[in-house]
């Protein structure tokens, strides 16, 4: 058995003063696709946060390892270096910084962390053609100042985008599908399969099955009440969604597997 | 992606210009009346005339009141305790070459990469080196004497070239004008003047690197810059001073003049001490800069980079008196600690078919303070005026403010006046964003200033728009927790 790249044990973690991670336990293998549903405010977009170090959301017990490294102790921008990419459910608008310049910077800190020489302008260019290519994103996009007035769908499509460009090995994406279209899902959807492989693991956090008919997990767990309630194999999934999520908050929680 | 500004790493957080050169230096006795102005004159071996100017703008200063209408505070100013002149002891006479310049001043230029041997990377630009009150050097002088551009201390402009200097001194800035700048008239002590002839393109970027060093000492440079028809000529000014925990008033004058289709492009860096991070020391820089567009089709452009001083004043503004002449204005005003800065422009239209542009980017951190105050001004006469006006403020943190006072008056029906204004703040989510991807919240803060300023950066002469980059990354380093 190869050694898991991300184990989360007795994780609880609080935001504002009121804790809403209440003691998550879930290993992630290399390769592995995790999905993790839930009802709103059952915690599925504050543990998302947690592992990628957003200040204000603090952790008051448990740990995580991530390539056997306590995760906790880095920094955000450390974490990214290492691996680890949050695709956002709400991407910021950044005014005056282009796309590829803020690519371009992102790519070189993570480059120049492990030791690799950093790209110049011309590869940076050419590496950028073929990825945009790849998740399908119109070039133009990716020249404009990052997310400033994109569309929903064009927001989370430069997500995509930038995890291609950066290629994590960890890539957590917190409710990708929120807010789009189903053509436009489809199009995100498959420009993540086309990232999967098996140096990369995910965690896909969403709150409806229907991302998951495009992004098939190798995992999935329902998150209730902060606490993961149930672990089981993507056909889990279809249950939920006939069933809806109430009849789990009355069962006490199982440990998650995987 | 080339337009995209570079980014320069690993600063460090001091103020790099803030060492003291010790150096032998001639200072007159603090206070100013007509035997200081007398002895400044003496000392510059002036002719009378001009001795006689500089005591009219004293008897002027004598009966004004200090300003009190700029949003920016200071504790009271006593005029009498300033030193109204220093200068580096000559060892003779005035340095004839670079070889006879004390070494110890060429070191101090050097330390500031601003090398005055005529070679190395600066090779391109021709520099007059103020330090203290006087100018020490002046470089690539034949060069540019071949095509027949003046370019010189302005001390030696007097004595040599008397009929310019008549002609066009206080001719757009008169010695009543205000406060400092008749202050200045008054015992103003060097600075840099230049005349390009008719038709003459000036070959090379014309630049002034002024040097406080000396304490307690105020600086009054005055700077004057005639563009003849058909000329161009673009002219920086780059500006340093030690660590100090008093406060130094610098009050400069500077006068343009662009005759018919000339062109002159005034660039700034300045970087004057800012004071601590506690607001001790800094320097106070009170400063009348102005352009008279006084040709049909001419043309003044300001570019000014702002970033240190604990108190800025400066209004760098053209008067647009020739039919078709342009004025522009791209400003990007930095105030961090307890920086405090009240700038603008004024474009005032009073030819036809006049045009100005303005683009301010004010940038407060800390507990700073930026106010953009600006006037367009657009006169009865001034048929098919335009005018585009753009005021941006950036904060970042929640102790700092922006603050922003246009003033438009317009007289004549057929102008067209656009106004654009922004304010927005670093929010902890945008950083967050640039640290999920493996950027430092330092670099991210660089990068969304860096674009934030992009269009006036634009403007500056390429080796000036990195060193703005640059200092820009040193003054606003720590301002995020």
């Known amino acids: 058995m190869t050694a898991p790249l991300l184990e989360i044990r007795g994780l609880h973690a609080r935001v504002g003063g009121n804790e809403i991670v209440k003691g998550v336990d879930l290993t992630v293998g290399p390769g592995e696709v995790h999905a993790i549903m839930g009802p709103n405010g059952s915690g599925k977009s504050t543990l998302a946060h947690v592992l990628a170090g957003r200040p204000g959301y603090e952790v008051t017990r448990g740990t995580v390892l991530y390539r056997g490294r306590d995760l906790l102790a880095m920094k955000p921008e450390e974490r990214a270096r290492e691996g680890v990419f949050l695709a956002f459910q709400y991407p910021v608008e950044i005014p005056g910084v282009s796309n590829v310049y803020f690519l371009k910077n992102a790519l070189n800190a993570i480059r120049k962390h492990r030791g690799l020489p950093e790209l110049d302008a011309m590869d940076f260019l050419q590496l950028t053609r073929e990825k945009a290519r790849l998740v399908q994103i119109d070039e133009d996009l990716v020249k404009r100042p990052v997310n400033e007035g994109f569309s929903g769908g064009e927001k989370k499509r430069n997500e995509i985008f930038q995890m291609a460009v950066l290629e994590p090995s960890l890539a957590i994406l917190d409710e990708t599908d929120s807010g789009l279209d189903i053509d436009a899902l489809r199009s995100v959807a498959s420009g993540v399969n086309a990232l999967r492989a098996a140096d990369r693991s995910m965690l896909v956090v969403t709150h409806y099955q229907r991302l998951l008919n495009y992004i098939v997990p190798d995992f999935l767990h329902v998150l209730v009440d902060g606490q993961i309630a149930l672990s089981g194999g993507k056909e889990l999934a279809l249950e939920l969604e006939e069933r809806g999520y109430t009849w789990l908050e009355k069962e006490p929680a199982a440990p998650a597997r995987a | ?481």
């Open chain 2, 1 to 481: 992606m080339s337009t995209d500004p570079l980014s320069i790493p690993g600063l460090s957080q001091q103020y790099k210009a803030g060492f003291v050169t010790d150096i032998e230096s001639e200072s007159a006795p603090p206070g100013l009346n007509e035997d200081i102005v007398r002895l400044i004159s003496a000392k510059k071996e002036e002719p009378e005339w001009m001795l006689e100017w500089r005591l009219k703008a004293l008897r002027h200063w004598l009966t004004m009141k200090e300003p009190t209408w700029q949003n920016v505070h200071y504790p009271p100013i006593d005029y009498q305790t300033i030193v109204y002149y220093s200068a580096p002891k000559r060892r003779a006479n005035a340095p004839k070459s670079l070889e006879e310049v004390d070494p110890k001043l060429l070191e101090t230029y050097e330390k500031l990469g601003i090398p005055l041997r005529e070679r190395g990377k600066l090779a391109g630009v021709a520099v007059d080196a103020v330090f203290d009150s006087v100018s020490v050097a002046t470089t690539f002088r034949e060069q540019l004497a071949k095509v027949g551009v003046i370019f010189c201390s302005f001390s030696e402009a007097v004595r040599e070239h008397p009929d310019l200097v008549k002609k066009y001194l206080g001719s757009v800035v008169p010695y009543t004008d205000n406060f400092f700048a008749t202050l200045n008239a008054a015992v103003f002590s060097d600075g840099s003047f230049v005349y390009v002839p008719k038709g003459v393109r000036c070959p090379m970027e014309l630049s002034t690197y002024f040097r406080i060093n000396s304490a307690n000492t105020g600086q009054f440079e005055r700077t004057l810059i005639v563009a003849d028809e058909r000329a161009q000529v673009s002219y920086l000014e780059g500006c340093t001073a030690p660590i100090r925990d008093e406060n130094q008033l610098h009050a400069a004058v500077v006068e343009l003049v662009a005759l018919d289709d000339a062109q002159i492009k005034y660039s700034t860096v300045q970087n004057w001490y800012p004071g601590d991070e506690n607001g001790k020391g800094g320097i106070y820089n009170f400063v009348t800069k102005r352009g008279k567009c006084a040709g049909r089709r001419s043309k003044i452009s300001w570019t000014q980079v702002e970033t240190g001083s604990a108190i800025t004043w400066k209004y760098p503004s053209c008067i647009l008196l020739g039919d078709d002449s342009i004025g522009e204005f791209y400003s990007v005003a930095v105030t961090n600690n307890y920086q405090q800065a009240d700038t603008g422009t004024k474009m005032i239209h009073v030819g036809k078919n006049t045009k100005s542009t303005i683009v301010s980017k004010g940038i407060s951190a800390g507990h700073g303070q930026n106010t953009y105050r600006g006037m367009v001004k657009i006169l009865g006469k001034a048929d098919g005026a335009r005018n585009y006006s753009q005021c941006d403020s950036l904060l970042i943190g929640d102790q700092c403010g922006a603050h922003t006072f246009p003033y438009i008056e317009v007289n004549n029906s057929t102008a067209q006046m656009e106004h654009e204004a922004s304010t927005s703040k670093i929010g902890e989510d945008q950083i967050f964003y640039f640290q999920s991807r493996g950027i430092s919240s330092e670099e991210a803060v660089n990068l969304i200033v860096s674009g934030f300023c992009k269009v006036v950066f634009q403007e500056l002469p390429m080796e000036f728009a990195v060193e703005a980059q640059k200092l820009l990354g040193v003054s606003l380093e720590g301002s995020v927790g």
